[in-house]
């Protein structure tokens, strides 16, 4: 029974070896890694189902593997979250598979026989690190998700894209010897690296011998990790050149499926593992009022995080209004969006009230979700728009709602979800976050919210002028538009359209998810790193 | 003793790996991430301590006799990977400095940062030139 | 420098396999002895130059020029790479058909087995063979492809 929470690990990895096995026959990778993605989101669908939304259904389920019990082995650990953000990367990924068929046969063979491969060693990172209950391994996970996608931004291989590439590559290096620091900090001052282990021990450090304070700097530097990979302000500036130099179904899929890992990461770990730390804080700057007390880790994240994610909606909003190409409003956008899904989970973090913390983890959830569906449909067109008419500059571009309607209702559809019109995702995501900050009384949230929404009907407006209204340019015009990759952009608009107006088991599911993430003592219990059950 | 030497060697390294991060040659660059990144597999390894003799630390070894003071082999496991991690990123960050100095004829950053502002400014005037 | 490689290459190689087979439960393993047995093709490469292997052990034709990523022998690193990959994973994968969790191993003891007497059979040499051909196939790759340059 349990074998089904490594299931779409193991899907995803037979998948990236068959297709390298059989590079040299283009229609028969082609076929399996659609089959191999297809897969990928039933296993995914039946992992959601049996574990979390089944009548009856566990809640939670472990996997030990190699048989070695926690905390000496590996754990996976499926719950609500994870199973959340599972079903929006598979969603995601399903349709850049399908955009990639009709992609990757214009490149050169070398990268073709890789794209395949590659694409799914990024899916299997990306999985892992939802899956994974040892911070350890969420580094390993990390590297391999980012390894596939080093190769992807140097895909194209021209100039811009090695420079591009390389400034990803450098800051991913450091941030990866920063959580190497402090997964070594962790280990010195509690003893374990498992997470269920971990939060056990915090929550009562003097039965273990602990002492507890270093844990809160080291918190902070995997905090500082984690919003690199999300690109949150100050992280941000390796995002509109990496996600521009990708090709576009990999850059969906990095919005869509890497970005979240990040914020996955920030949730799992401030709520599930160091929420319930016993860390008093105390700091306060000299001299002033200004200061951050509270009891455990979280006094500390909420501010900080509050502060980049407010800085990330006013920057990404203000960026994109100004950029020159569809691809690059798009870039700037997603760091604003990014900045949407944290300012929630700062929230959270910064109350004391258990029913308020799970409301705004829901609004960063549901958020989330519309971010992935929505980013990932207007990436994908632009790809399409590329493909069909070799620019994405606004300056060639022009009248694309006269000559491809379908893709056109596609992008508004998503454009409306960005900023956030009823009935569509985008709508209940920002109404829930809208909520966490009224009902948090925090006006300054309120305020960098509303600005936010502004400069994003602003740039959505102009994308929207520019590039779809008025009078076909010669580019346009010449334009042949790919059935399958408008398919793929049409599917996802329904998606999106689909999560609004059904809204409800939606709901459901990102409320137990939410759920979930707050629940460290239902997680430690499943892990049972001591052993006592056993 | 030891643990003052290896204090001062990891805090060397960063010094040393940060100092050649902030040089204007690619190259240097590359090696001040790749000492960056043995810094931190070293401080990994002090992590794990030396477990004192007993059958607890060593159960394998329980009615075996003697049991010796171990080092703690899960740092050591998990340094193993992050070598070999770490080992992959800096080959391919050598390629891709590689790959830069084929493009650009120059490994100063400065000059390929510069490159980069007079690209993006071209881009947007031809763009604007074709405009009809 | 040829003198050298003659003797070391041979040693060296029969290092690296004692590694992989010993590295179960001895210190070793697929990832070092790859490693090492990357070392002795890259002393063939420094000292006989990168057409050695095709033209002066295979008796292969060689022209020169040509894209190092079509070579055969880059090929044939290439396809070892992937068959590496897909032992390591279903040497992983072998134990769920038996009701074990992913990745599991285990081990036999033969015993009077001519000249040796007593052999242990660890399944895990199976994926360290794997990881071996992985990184031998991989190094060897990227070593041939940005050599050629």
């Not at chain 1, 028969?28 to 993605?37: D, M």
């Not at chain 1, 566990?58 to 030990?64: D, F, S």
């Not at chain 1, 892992?128 to 194209?156: H, I, K, P």
């Amino acid at each position: 029974m349990t074998t089904v929470v490594i299931a779409p690990m193991l899907v995803v990895l037979v998948t990236a070896v068959l297709t390298l096995l059989f590079g040299s026959y283009p229609r028969l990778r082609t076929g399996l890694a659609l089959a191999g993605t297809a897969g990928y989101a039933l296993a995914v669908a039946l992992l959601a189902w049996t574990v979390v939304l089944a009548p009856g259904a566990p809640g939670i389920a472990t996997y030990q593997v190699g048989g070695h019990p926690a905390p000496f082995g590996i754990t996976l650990v499926a719950d609500g979250l994870s199973a959340f953000m599972l079903a929006m990367v598979a969603t995601v990924g399903l349709a850049s598979a399908i955009f990639s068929t009709r992609y990757v046969h214009n490149i050169g063979y070398d990268r073709r026989t890789f794209y395949n491969p590659l694409f799914h060693v990024l899916l299997l990172g990306v999985t892992g690190a939802f899956l994974t209950g040892d911070l350890f391994n969420l580094f390993v996970w990390f590297e391999v998700m980012l390894m596939a996608s080093y190769v992807f931004v140097a895909y194209y291989g021209g100039p811009q894209h090695t420079r591009a590439a390389f400034r990803y590559v450098a800051l991913n290096l450091v941030a990866s010897a920063v959580f190497l620091l402090a997964v070594g900090g962790l280990y010195a001052t509690t003893g374990t690296l498992n997470m269920a282990d971990l939060a056990q021990r915090l929550a009562d450090p003097a039965a273990y011998g602990i002492d507890p304070v270093p844990v809160v700097g080291l918190f902070g530097l995997l905090l500082s990790v984690f919003a690199l990979k999300a690109g949150l302000v100050p992280f941000q500036f390796w995002i509109p050149s990496a996600y521009r130099a990708a090709p576009p179904p990999i850059t969906a899929l990095l919005a869509g499926a890497t970005k979240k890992v990040g914020i996955y990461a920030i949730i799992r770990l401030s709520f599930t593992v160091f929420a319930g730390a016993d860390v008093p804080i105390s700091l306060s700057v000299p001299g002033t009022d200004l200061g951050i007390a509270g009891a455990s880790p979280l006094a500390f994240v909420g501010p900080v995080l509050f502060a980049m994610a407010a800085a990330s909606i006013v920057v990404g909003g203000v960026g994109a209004i100004g950029r020159p190409s569809i691809e690059g409003v798009f870039a700037y956008s997603s760091i604003g969006q990014v900045g949407f899904i944290a300012l929630p989970v700062a929230l959270a973090a910064a109350a004391t009230s258990e029913q308020f913390r799970r409301l705004a983890v829901l609004a960063a959830l549901v958020y989330a979700l519309n971010h992935a569906l929505a980013k990932a449909l207007l990436f994908l067109a632009a790809g399409a728009v590329r493909s069909a008419t070799g620019t994405i500059a606004f300056d060639d571009l022009g009248g694309l709602a006269e000559r491809a309607p379908a893709l056109s209702i596609a992008v508004f559809v998503g454009s409306l979800a960005l900023v956030g019109m009823p009935p569509l995702s985008g709508f209940f995501g920002k109404f829930l976050v809208f909520e966490a900050a009224i009902r948090a009384e925090a006006g300054g949230a309120l305020v960098v919210l509303l600005a936010g929404s502004l400069l994003t009907i602003a740039y959505a407006t102009r994308v929207w002028n520019r590039g779809f209204w008025g009078a076909p340019s010669t580019a346009v015009t010449d334009a042949r538009m790919d059935r399958v990759q408008v398919a793929a952009v049409v599917a996802l608009a329904a998606g999106v359209l689909a999560v609004g107006i059904g809204f409800d088991p939606v709901y459901e599911f990102a409320e137990v998810a939410a759920e979930a993430a707050l629940d460290a003592e239902g997680y430690a219990e499943a892990v049972d790193p001591g052993g006592e059950a056993a | 003793m030891t643990a003052i030497v290896l204090a001062a060697t990891v805090g060397a390294l960063f010094a040393l790996g940060t100092f050649l991060m902030l040089r204007r040659d690619l190259v240097r660059v590359v090696w001040g991430l790749a000492l960056v990144g043995q810094a931190a597999n070293l401080y990994l390894l002090t992590a794990g301590e030396i477990a004192p003799a007993t059958h607890d630390a060593v159960p394998v070894l329980a009615g075996h006799g003697e049991v010796p003071e171990t080092a703690d082999p899960l740092v050591q496991a998990l340094v193993l990977t992050a070598i070999v991690i770490g080992f992959g990123m800096t080959a391919f960050a050598l390629v891709l400095s590689y790959r830069v100095y084929e493009e650009h004829g120059t490994l100063d950053l400065a000059e390929i940062g510069g490159r980069e502002v007079s690209e993006g400014r071209e881009r947007t005037r031809s763009d604007g030139g074709d405009r009809r | 420098m040829r003198t050298t490689a003659r003797v070391v290459v041979p040693i060296v190689l029969v290092v690296a396999l004692s590694l992989l087979l010993e590295g179960h439960n001895l210190p070793g393993g697929g990832f070092i002895a790859g490693v090492l047995t990357t070392t002795a093709f890259a002393l063939l490469y420094l000292a006989f130059g990168l057409d050695f292997l095709e033209r002066g052990v295979l008796g292969r034709e060689v022209e020169s020029g040509k894209a190092p990523s079509r070579d055969r022998v880059v090929v044939a690193y290439r396809r070892l790479f992937a068959a590496g990959l897909a032992i390591a994973v279903g040497s992983a994968l072998v134990p769920l058909f038996f009701g074990v969790p992913f990745l599991s191993q285990t081990y036999v003891v033969l015993e009077g087995v001519p000249i040796y007497g007593h052999v242990e059979l660890a399944s895990a040499v199976v994926f360290d063979l794997g990881v071996y051909c992985v990184v031998v196939g991989g190094l060897l790759t990227i070593l041939s492809a940005v050599g050629a340059e």
